[in-house]
């Protein structure tokens, strides 16, 4: 009976050890999976706007797993067209950037442009720009915001501003607010003197010497985009190029913007200059952006449903827009130290 059980026993072991080892095989196989790669094609990007020359960037498609640079076309033949009639056939600039020489493209036209390379298949898109609509004022207010508790406690400024502007009744109308602020900020250097001193000592004069720094600092300016925020109903995506909205919501109505900024966003040595920006901008400007963001928030996420990046260019890919801008501009100052700290320690 003893050897029967343990027989059996060496029988179990054994299996176990197989079921085991099969485990750790399959675990450590490799799946190769050959994916055809597709044609590649001519990727366009640009955006027209009435008061600047115009700027096409020109690209190709890469294979879903090369994760190398964008690759610029350098030898493309672009042409912009105004309805039927070619403006200018676009000189190649950098970076496979094309670029007019002078013409600015007019409110209220629509556009066409046309790309051929060598080896693909050639593309074309459309777009308008549309009328700008104008900022009618702008109200700003600045507040302090307290945080902490009962070991430490901070504040910090907020800057609020309310933006009212008219939608144009019965037009479906796209916008993209964004702000820019020329401002400054300390750059701090030492000067240092050198001191030549004595000392009398061993019956005569010894010399030395003494450094003695100064601190300066140098006011240097430099222009950026602050980052801001809404809870306004009408967001509908807050992206790396500003707040995108349009007007499904407030359709001919005059309508009163409200964002917020941290107050470090415009931090200055001295007064800045900050840009509000209202853009006008065209249902495929519009289309590109908000399904790129959304793109951008689903991507590491994967239970999201894919999101196919907006494309108008016809046989190729890429986007192709137009927009017009009104301006408001304001000079505010928040200074570079502003921040006071308290610590408690029991």
């Not at 706007?49 to 020109?58: E, K, L, P, R």
């Not at 008219?166 to 030492?190: H, I, K, M, Q």
Request: net charge negative; proline share 3%; charged share 25%.
């Amino acid at each position: 009976m003893k050897q029967l059980y343990k027989k059996r026993g060496i029988e179990i072991v054994a299996i176990a050890t197989f079921v085991i080892l099969m485990l750790s095989n399959s675990c450590e196989s490799v799946l190769f999976i050959e994916l055809e790669e597709a044609d590649k094609l001519i990727v366009v990007y640009g955006a027209l706007t009435n008061d600047s020359t115009v700027a096409i960037q020109v690209s190709r498609t890469r294979h879903i797993l090369d994760n190398a640079n964008v690759v610029p076309l350098d030898k493309a033949i672009v042409r912009l067209y105004q309805g039927g009639n070619m403006i200018e056939e676009l000189s190649y600039a950098w970076n496979g950037f094309y670029l007019t020489a002078s013409y600015k493209p007019e409110i209220g036209m629509e556009y066409i442009i046309e790309v051929e390379n060598p080896g693909y298949p050639s593309v074309s898109a459309r777009c308008d720009i549309p009328e700008p609509v104008g900022i009618v004022s702008l109200d700003t207010m600045t507040y302090t915001q307290e945080y902490g508790d009962a070991y430490w406690s901070s504040s910090e400024t907020m800057f609020q501003f309310d933006l009212t502007f008219n939608d144009p009744p019965g037009v479906e109308n796209y916008y993209l607010l964004n702000v820019e602020a020329d401002r400054s900020r300390t750059e701090w250097r030492d000067t240092t003197v050198v001191i030549i001193d004595s000392l009398y000592y061993g019956d005569k004069w010894n010399y030395y010497p003494r450094d003695s720094t100064y601190t300066v600092g140098d006011i240097v300016r430099f222009i950026d985009d602050p980052s801001f925020g809404s809870e306004d109903i009408i967001v509908e995506a807050i992206t790396s190029d500003g707040i995108l909205f349009s007007d499904q919501l407030i359709d001919g109505k005059e309508y009163s913007f409200r964002g917020l900024m941290v107050g470090n966003e415009i931090l200055s040595a001295d007064s800045v200059v900050v840009d509000f920006r209202l853009h006008s901008i065209s249902e495929s400007y519009y289309k590109y952006l908000k399904s790129r963001q959304k793109h951008y928030e689903s991507k590491d996420d994967y239970l999201a449903v894919p999101v196919i990046v907006y494309s108008n260019v016809e046989s190729g890919t890429g986007f192709f827009g137009g927009y017009s801008s009104d301006v408001t501009t304001i000079t505010t100052f928040i200074p570079e130290y502003q921040y006071e700290y308290w610590y408690y320690e029991y």
